[in-house]
């Protein structure tokens, strides 16, 4: 018994002593865990912290006063306008600018199509996205017109039979008068384009494609204007504000100047590099003669070209005058086709758009216009010395066409009283001589010409247009007017529908009507003339 009771006794004393040592273990690492956690709660707190200390940093510097990434969905928090920029290959970075404008213009960049304000659209958005354009807001902006084609198409524009167009035929369709004026003019030479193909080589006759379809072929301006050698281009910025009635702008404080690589002599028409300006054209800033104008003096691409021409002995005024008349052709012949494009749509309010007119001069001064780009280039990614041009025309064309405004966020704007502060019916009155006498007293006499623009004979559509074109004005920063062209204040004055240097009898209706406003305006106010 004795030795039973000693084997339990052992027995019952391992057992307590494992017991305790197990406890022991059990609360050490019930401890390590506690640790473990805490640490882990710290470390998630502090990359918190860290995270927002980055936002807040992101969110107040000044080169981003709106947008933390590069597109985000929906409106922005403080109720800003917001763009919708659209392009394929974004990634480039070919509209970066685009973007960095809007953005100091206080607009949130958007990259979905949900609740936007204005859309950029590089490529024409009528057809792969005519869904949203066919259901476009009042208020909401759109930076191309239904249509705009007829003007940029290559081959709309070279066969519009204008005087500063070279010589031009379609193929296969004029193929019989293009050999016979062939053979009349053999010194002639050619290139042959179409709207897929950017490439340009001179061709014999021999050489042309006659059965290509879609194509034609242009007579080579032969005899370029150069300058320390070189032949050159002048691409001038157009702004269509509006349809109908018409309304076109220029950036008029500068032009973009494109040289060819090499000399135009000795020439030698296998190197396209001698006639033709492509992407890696030779920039004002390394041309001798104009260096010193543009990089020392600060001179404009435009004024550092206007000097150079007057220095040596040109018509620099003539050049100029050229240039605009031949915009206000353009748009006026393809006017009916482009307000039919836009009858597909709520409105033409919503559209504006920026061009760019590429011209050449031969060395007598004749002016030839080569083509016209829907989506110019904005980017700096070959030459980075463009950056002030290319913000600056996109700011001024955003201005003018009242894409910014000095009214906060007035897109979504339901104030009356504040659409009357920035122009009511009594900045737009004109020819109160006219429009006070008994001539014009009561609707029945508004057929009369004196009478059209009278208060009591706008109809709303008139009358919000002549707003628009009053806002246009005092908005147009380093624009200038090209149609209704600009005039003379004497001939303003003397104008009336019996003397009439202005040929109003020429125009549209409603193109009359915007032009006898400017008139009437001009009386008022020297800056509207």
């Known amino acids: 018994m004795d030795t039973k009771r000693l084997h339990s006794d052992s027995f019952s004393g391992e057992f307590h002593h494992q017991k305790k040592k197990s406890c022991r273990v059990t609360r050490l690492n019930i401890l390590v865990g506690i640790v473990l956690s805490v640490g882990l709660l710290l470390t998630a707190l502090n990359v918190y912290e860290l995270q927002q200390m980055r936002e807040e940093h992101m969110l107040h510097r000044d080169d981003h006063p709106i947008t933390i990434v590069e597109g985000s969905m929906g409106r922005s928090p403080n109720n800003s306008p917001v763009v919708w920029i659209l392009g394929k290959h974004m990634e480039t970075g070919y509209l970066t600018h685009v973007k960095t404008v809007f953005e100091r213009l206080g607009f949130h960049v958007t990259n979905g199509e949900d609740d936007w304000d204005v859309l950029w659209a590089h490529d024409y958005p009528f057809i792969t996205m005519k869904h949203i354009m066919t259901r476009l807001q009042p208020h909401q902006r759109v930076n191309h017109f239904p249509g705009s084609g007829f003007i940029t198409n290559k081959g709309h524009l070279a066969t519009m039979q204008l005087e500063a167009f070279p010589r031009c035929f379609r193929v296969p369709k004029d193929k019989e008068k293009l050999l016979e004026y062939a053979k009349s003019h053999p010194e002639t030479m050619w290139v042959q384009k179409n709207n897929n193909h950017r490439g340009v080589r001179i061709k014999q006759l021999d050489e042309l494609d006659f059965e290509s379809e879609g194509s034609f072929v242009q007579e080579f301006v032969a005899k370029p204007l150069l300058i320390d050698k070189r032949k050159f281009d002048i691409g001038v910025y157009v702004i269509l504000t509006n349809l109908n009635p018409l309304r076109v702008y220029i950036i008029n404080d500068d032009a973009l100047f494109r040289f060819c690589p090499e000399e135009y002599y000795p020439f030698d028409k296998n190197n396209v590099n001698k006639y033709v300006v492509h992407d890696s054209y030779t920039p004002m800033w390394k041309i001798p003669s104009l260096k010193s104008m543009y990089t020392d003096q600060k001179y404009s691409y435009k004024e ?226």
């Open 304 to 529: 550092s070209f206007n000097r150079h021409m007057i220095n040596s002995g040109y018509n620099v005024t003539k050049i100029w005058s050229d240039i605009h008349e031949t915009i206000q052709a353009v748009y006026l012949k393809k006017q009916a086709v482009l307000i039919q494009a836009g009858t597909k749509y709520k409105s033409t309010r919503n559209f504006f758009e920026l061009v760019r007119f590429d011209f050449v001069l031969d060395e007598d001064l004749k002016l030839f216009l080569m083509e016209v780009n829907m989506s110019p280039n904005l980017s700096t990614n070959h030459f980075k010395g463009n950056k002030r041009l290319y913000q600056h025309v996109m700011y001024n064309v955003l201005r003018v066409s009242r894409v910014a405004s000095l009214v906060h966020n007035h897109f979504h704007n339901s104030d009356n009283d504040a659409d009357e502060m920035l122009a009511s019916d009594k900045e737009i009155t004109v020819f109160s001589e006219w429009c006070s006498a008994s001539e014009c007293q009561g609707t029945t006499k508004c057929s009369v010409t004196k009478c059209r623009l009278c208060s009591h004979c706008l109809e709303l559509s008139l009358r919000t247009s002549l707003k628009d074109a009053y806002l246009e004005h005092y908005n147009k920063g380093g624009c200038m007017r090209i149609f209704p062209p600009t005039m003379d204040r004497s001939a303003a004055l003397k104008w009336s529908p019996e003397i009439d240097p202005f040929n109003l009898q020429n125009l549209t209706a409603r193109n009359r009507a915007m032009y006898m406003w400017f008139i009437g305006m001009c009386r008022k106010d020297q800056s509207f003339c």
